[in-house]
């Protein structure tokens, strides 16, 4: 667990706080997303977790041990950190990169090397193709995808990932976060993200902390906080179609009906969410849709009435 | 023919031709050794700080500005003559572009490598030898280049305050209006510093290509 204990943060010559009196706590195996307009105090609050930020008051505590008192780079090997614009290092190979923090901690050649095509794999890269190849010959995402698996190197507890996905096209942008969301939830780590992208906020947090002028406004789950914002600000923040928004939350499976003898015209996959099957509707003028399984056959029927009430009927439940 | 005199002139005096060229190349290789133990330690320290590579900068090329023979000139009543004042004014003169060009190595470097080298928990001396130094080398390269054909032209000049070298065969070509033996000394320096431009311009390319 992470906790921060009454954190504030003011920068020399600076008679602003960056970030002040700011309590957080997250949970162990969960993933927390941070958001607010630029200059909020999200990502210098991000970056106290490492101690690459210090607090100029309040305490930062990674399972009940203050990290004031543990050494900032010992630290930092246990902490994954990705960053928007992944920083590889260009001169040395794929290989190399990803096996930084397991040189840094003094590993066997045998066990780096084993490791580093573990995650090659794991992020979807050839490690035969990928290993000796430098940063300069891969794409933007190919790139984010080692960064990652730089940050996973040391299997460490604690992943900071500071906007990773910000300077990526939107197509990949969307591969990735659902892969990296799978694999992150796969090996259970602690995460926080910073981001300025509500959907991706929404999409990768298990909770949500909003803030502003280092301020932690509101910290709970997407549904609560599409629910009810805390106050006029985040209401503007998330925006009128919030509403909206808070379908991308709840699955097709969640409200889909028996389904039918006859087919619809259309259907859409049991992992889907009612964004997507709303939007699908309003494209085709339909009047619902079949839900499919993994083989394919029909598994549901979702109405049209069913989304326009699931608002309601996923509050009260 | 002069040129044909002037390699006649070197086959039969092979031992004088040799010392002065050895001595040319020991006067270019201490004080270009020299230069880069000052600038490069130098370069790293300042390259940070803007106010103090402006300063270490300007001071390093007002010396520059100063005409090579001054600076020998110059050192004579101090030092004598001999091949330690002519190291001094060799390295005033080898100092400048390495400097720069260390500086501007360090800082074309992308902040966000970095900035991800100290959050995976590397300390200052890794994030030294792993990360800046192989980054700015290409242009650490670049500076040694320039200081090495700046060297090489220069230690001809030794000559007159009596460092010996390559410049003893021009002065004597000048003084004696001997023209094949004042090729004797030119046509090798020329050589010498194309060679230098070709050598460092390569091993420059080489270790920029690995990115």
Known sequence: MIKLEHISKVYPGSDQHAVENLDLEIESGSTVTMIGPSGCGKTTTMRMINRLETPTSGRVLVDDHDIA???????????????????????????????????????????????????????????????????HELSGGQRQRVGFARALAADPDIMLMDEPFGAIDPITRVRLQDEFRQIL??????????????????????????????????????????????????????????????????NVSQMMEPPRNIGATRSVSLEANLHVALSLILAERLDGLDIVGADGGRVGYLPRERILSAQHEATEA | MIVTDAITWILDNHSAFMVAFNRHMLMCAISLGLAALISIPTGFMVARSPRAAFVSVNTAGSLRSIPSLAILAATMPFLGIGLLPSLVALVVLAVPPLLLNTILGIREIDPAVLNAAKGMGMGRREILWQIELPLAMPSIITGVRTSAIQVIGGAALASFIGGGGLGDFVNAGIALMNMPRLLVGALPIALLAIVAEVLFGWLERRFTQKR
């Open chain 1, 69 to 135: 008192h543990v050494d900032p780079k010992a630290l930092r090997r246990t902490i994954g950190y990705v960053i928007q614009q992944v920083g590889l290092f260009p001169h040395m190979t794929i290989e190399k990169n990803i096996a930084t923090v397991p040189r840094l901690l003094g590993w066997e050649r045998a066990k780096t090397e084993r490791r580093v095509d573990e995650l090659l794999d794991l992020v979807g890269l050839d490690p035969d193709v990928m290993r000796k190849r430098l940063p």
């Open chain 1, 185 to 250: 939830h796969k090996v259970s780590k602690t995460v926080v993200i910073v981001t300025h992208d509500l959907d991706e906020a929404i999409k990768m947090g298990d909770r949500i902390a909003i803030m502003r002028d280092g301020h932690l406004l509101q910290y709970d789950t997407p549904e609560a906080i599409l629910a009810n914002p805390a106050n006029d600000f985040v209401d503007s923040f998330l925006g009128q179609d919030r509403a909206i928004k808070r379908l991308a939350l709840i």
